[in-house]
Structure formats: structure tokens, C-alpha cells
């Protein structure tokens, strides 16, 4: 073991396991021993790709768009982006202020290598999405997570990262709506987190993959949007993967300062060159074409996070917030902790979700992998009867299956 640590960069060894992939992987592993596993952990819509978007990329296969493209993205599909930050979000982007890239993780990673030197610090609330802190490793920088408190619904606002920040701070990272939380940032949190960055002269790295995902008539607002300074302070990272159920397709975007968007462009031109064709094309029709399956799908969504919301808080030891957006519940399961099972006791959410695992066969994140301790992520981008299903099982083995 050793010499094959020896073989590997320390950056690589440094760096963990997706713990969201790791649980799928299992799952999956115990469909194919024959267990009947219903998996809430995998954070991708169950809804396939709307047919004239698959059409254009049939169209484009035909039509011989297989070759090299700009390493930047089609300049069509750049204007389609610049076009579709301004109608949708308030940004006004140039073709120049926008790259394309293999989904919203690759867009964040030339980001992190583009702007942080080895001693940087980024600022990361939590709960956060498990990619970001290995990615900020690996640009040499280093993680610095602030906690955000579940009694404001997880809404960040500027109190929760400014004690975080010091002279090596480089960026602050939003997402919202938030994975694990689905919770939204309100403009007025937006507004002041602007002016914080502004004053502390640091970059807003905001991820917005889930923009469309809004419930109970909630806005989404862009900070870039709210004025030129918070424009020239912010890269906005978005990608078509769960606004049109394209997560195979790997097909992201960015747009922000053009030094910035240039910097990336040149390092993506040596890790990968340019995105695939086809999929330049799917995109260019997401976004151009009709809208009618974005709504569809998220009405379906609004629905299965009722349904999912009201089931868990109907089990004993499990309370979980609605939340504001995405398609993910955010369930705290302390009510668990100190019970007995057969494998021993529960002490934390580890525990937890390998007790719903092994017990009701239903595979759940841990709040750990988001910096969360004391909860367990559950996703409802799947079938009504699923959520039913998936939960009535947790439901009778915490019943049947803990004592206290």
C-alpha cells in the first residue's frame, strides 16, 4: 500500500470519494444482488429529456456537427447564453463574458484553478455541495466552511459568512436554491452579501444549477444582477443537467468577468478542449425552444416535496423543513440517535443512513458529506409511488427495528 501511495500526486490522495456516488454505487450493487433498493440519494430528475431537444441533437449528428468546435463554446450557443442570462436573470453578458463546459462541476473546477493560488481561502456556507471543498483543494486553496443555522431555514445571509473572512479570503460561494437544503437567498441577504464582497475586495462564485426549481411562488434572483460592482465581483455557474433533465448530456455554462470567463477558457483548452458538439446543439435548443417541460417538471416537483416532506415528519425521530426549492428534503434524524438496532446503536447520521439501508433498503445521503452532521439527504426527483414506498419502509423499521 505504500509504494502505491507513493505512485499518487498528494492532491489526489488528498482528495475524497463523491460520498453521493459512493452511495449510489452501492445501491445499485444491491439491485444487482436482487434487493429491491429505492434510492433517494442520487440528486437527478427521473424525467427524460424534452424530445425536440433530443430531436436537434439527432439532427446535428445527421447534419455532420461532429467535428472540433472553439474551445470557448459554438458562438451561437454563447449568444444563446448571453441572450438567456439577460432575459432570465438580469445579467447582461457579451459572447466573450460566456464559456460552454462539460456540466456545471467542470465549470466550477477551471474556476477554482482560474482564481485561487496555493494559500487561498474560499468561503464555503454549510450545509454545501460535497464537490465544492476536494475542488477548492485542488486549486491549492483551502476550504473555510461557515455554518449556517437551520432556525433561518438555512437562508444564508451576510452574519454568517463575514466572521469567516480573512486577508487570504479569495471567494465566497453561493448556491441557491441549495443542495442539500433547497433553501433560496433572499435578495436582501443577496444585496448585502454583494456589498460585502465588494468591501473585502473577493469574488462571488454563485451556483445557480437550480434556478428553476422554485416553490410556493419564490423569485430567484442573480447577484450579479443587482448592480455593476456585484457584476464584476461574480462568476454565475449554471448548467442544462436538472433545468431539462440533461444530467448525461454534460453540458454547462458560466458567465462572469471576461479576464475571468478568458482564464478559463485557456486552461480548459489544455484539460479538455472543446465541449461535445452534439450536445452544443441540445443546448442551443434548451434554450431557445419551449419552456413547457421546465414548468411541467416543476410542478411534478412541487408535488412530490409535499407528499415527501409530510411522509417523513410522520415517522417518529425524523422533522424535516419544507424546502424552498430543488428536489431535495433535508431531514434531521437526531430523534434517532442513542436507539438500539442489530448492527448496535445510532450515534450519528452515518449510522443512520446505514440503518435505513440495510433495514428498509432505502439508500439516503448522510448530512456529513455536506458538513452536516445530524441529518440525512433525501431526494423526491422520483415517482409519487416511490416516495410512498421508500418511506413507508423507513416508517416500520424505525417501528420494528430500534429500541430505545
Not at 39 to 62: H, K, M, N, W, Y
Not at 273 to 279: D, E, I, P, Y
Request: charged share 25%.
Amino acid at each position: 500500500m505504500a509504494l502505491m501511495e507513493t505512485r499518487l500526486s498528494k492532491a489526489v490522495l488528498g482528495i475524497n470519494p463523491s460520498p453521493t456516488e459512493a452511495t449510489s454505487s452501492l445501491a445499485n450493487r444491491m439491485r444487482r444482488d436482487g434487493i429491491d433498493i429505492i434510492s433517494f440519494a442520487q440528486g437527478e430528475p427521473d424525467f427524460d429529456t424534452p424530445p425536440d431537444i433530443s430531436l436537434e441533437a439527432v439532427r446535428a449528428v445527421v447534419e455532420g456537427y461532429t467535428r472540433y468546435t472553439d474551445v470557448p463554446g459554438m458562438r451561437d450557443v454563447r449568444e444563446a447564453v448571453a441572450e438567456k442570462f439577460g432575459r432570465e436573470n438580469g445579467i447582461r453578458y457579451t459572447p466573450s463574458e460566456v464559456m460552454i463546459s462539460n456540466g456545471g462541476k467542470q465549470i466550477l473546477y477551471l474556476l477554482f484553478r482560474t482564481i485561487c493560488d496555493p494559500g487561498d481561502e474560499v468561503v464555503v456556507p454549510t450545509p454545501c455541495y460535497v464537490s465544492y471543498e476536494e475542488q477548492i483543494r485542488l486549486s491549492g486553496a483551502s476550504p473555510v466552511f461557515a455554518p449556517v443555522s437551520e432556525d433561518r431555514s438555512f437562508r444564508i445571509a451576510r452574519d454568517d459568512i463575514e466572521p469567516f473572512i480573512t486577508p487570504r479570503t479569495k471567494a465566497v460561494i453561493l448556491n441557491s436554491p441549495n443542495n442539500p437544503t433547497g433553501a433560496v437567498c433572499e435578495e436582501g441577504n443577496l444585496r448585502a452579501i454583494a456589498a460585502l464582497a465588494a468591501e473585502r475586495g473577493i469574488f462571488i462564485v454563485t451556483d445557480e444549477v437550480y434556478e428553476h426549481l422554485l416553490y410556493d411562488r419564490r423569485k430567484h434572483v442573480s447577484i450579479a444582477a443587482l448592480g455593476e460592482e456585484a457584476k464584476r465581483n461574480t462568476v454565475t455557474v449554471n448548467s442544462a443537467s436538472k433545468t431539462y433533465a440533461m444530467t448525461g448530456w454534460r453540458i454547462g455554462y458560466a458567465g462572469g468577468p471576461e479576464d475571468v470567463i478568458s482564464g478559463m477558457i485557456t486552461l480548459q483548452g489544455h484539460v479538455s478542449g472543446n465541449v461535445c458538439s452534439v450536445a452544443q446543439r441540445a443546448l442551443l435548443q434548451a434554450l431557445r425552444g419551449p419552456q413547457d417541460a421546465v414548468a411541467a417538471m416543476r410542478d411534478s416537483y412541487a408535488r412530490r416535496r409535499d407528499l415527501m416532506v409530510e411522509k417523513i415528519n410522520s415517522i417518529p425521530g425524523l422533522r424535516c423543513r419544507k424546502p424552498d426549492g430543488a428536489f431535495y428534503a433535508f431531514a434531521d434524524v437526531t430523534g434517532l440517535f442513542g436507539k438500539r438496532w442489530r448492527e448496535g446503536i445510532l450515534e450519528n447520521d452515518l449510522d443512520t443512513a446505514a440503518f435505513f439501508l440495510k433495514e428498509a433498503h432505502v439508500a439516503v445521503v448522510p448530512g456529513t458529506a455536506f458538513r452536516r452532521n445530524g441529518y440525512v439527504r433525501f431526494v423526491f426527483a422520483n415517482s409519487e409511488e416511490d416516495i410512498v414506498r421508500g418511506l413507508d419502509r423507513i416508517g416500520s423499521a424505525v417501528a420494528s427495528g430500534l429500541k430505545d
